[in-house]
T-cell receptor
Framework: GAVVSQHPSWVICKSGTSVKIECRSL??????MFWYRQFPKQSLMLMAT?????????EQGVEKDKFLINHASLTLSTLTVTSAHPEDSSFYIC?????????????FGPGTRLTVL | AQSVTQPDIHITVSEGASLELRCNYS??????LFWYVQSPGQGLQLLLK??????LVQGIKGFEAEFKRSQSSFNLRKPSVHWSDAAEYFC?????????????FGKGTKLSVKP
């Protein structure tokens, strides 16, 4: 149980284009989903927290107009990187927390490798 | 401010040897405590977690961790390491009353296993 998927697993795009990444909780309902960014050989950096049906809360320094987050249902959240540039190249990981989850336990997706040319 | 420290950036052990990965946190009360493992190019997998009760918790893949309140530590252990355990290990803490349920992660410890 507690499986989270991400799609796509990797994507290459041209500078200036937009990319959408999907995060799905497959066998549970996720009231809260989190989006992280991870640079090579570094820890996870929380970008934003999204609750189903409401606006995402962004961490300081994260551009909300560049990283659009939508959490339209209890099983799906999307991250859209708008007008992507090479510096947006990174590994993006989502996680989900269940409706009845105790203690802030988060279950992570497999990640999406974004390369912007 | 809350923080999580993993003092060891990289550890190398021989296959079959025991393992202990250190984690210390800074917080005024007992937090929720987690260990996650990440294989290269993959997401994070939950190994184990502690909320309350017995301070020695068992996880998957033969791992265990012990919460020591007096030392603000939550060290991860495994009695006999397998080559497949080579990965990055992250300690994380969550805090009571956090409205968003955020986790704070340590910087990670990379485990290498010698044959």
């Amino acid at each position: 149980g507690a499986v989270v998927s991400q799609h796509p697993s990797w994507v290459i795009c041209k500078s200036g284009t937009s990319v959408k990444i999907e995060c799905r909780s497959l066998d549970f309902q996720a009231t809260t989903m989190f989006w992280y960014r991870q640079f090579p050989k570094q820890s996870l950096m929380l970008m934003a927290t999204s609750n189903e049906g409401s606006k995402a809360t962004y961490e300081q320094g994260v551009e909300k107009d560049k990283f659009l987050i939508n959490h339209a249902s209890l099983t799906l959240s999307t991250l859209t990187v708008t007008s992507a540039h090479p510096e947006d190249s990174s590994f993006y990981i989502c996680s989900a927390r269940g409706l009845a989850e105790v203690g802030n336990t988060q279950y992570f997706g497999p990640g999406t490798r974004l390369t912007v040319l | 401010a809350q923080s999580v420290t993993q003092p060891d950036i990289h550890i190398t052990v021989s296959e079959g040897a025991s393992l202990e990965l250190r984690c210390n946190y800074s917080y005024g009360a007992t937090p929720y405590l987690f260990w996650y493992v990440q294989s290269p190019g993959q997401g994070l997998q939950l190994l184990l977690k502690y909320f309350s009760g017995d301070t020695l918790v068992q996880g998957i893949k033969g791992f265990e961790a012990e919460f020591k309140r007096s030392q603000s530590s939550f060290n991860l252990r495994k009695p006999s390491v397998h080559w497949s355990d080579a990965a990055e290990y992250f300690c994380a803490v969550g805090f009571y009353g956090g409205s968003q349920g955020n986790l704070i992660f340590g910087k990670g410890t990379k485990l290498s296993v010698k044959p």
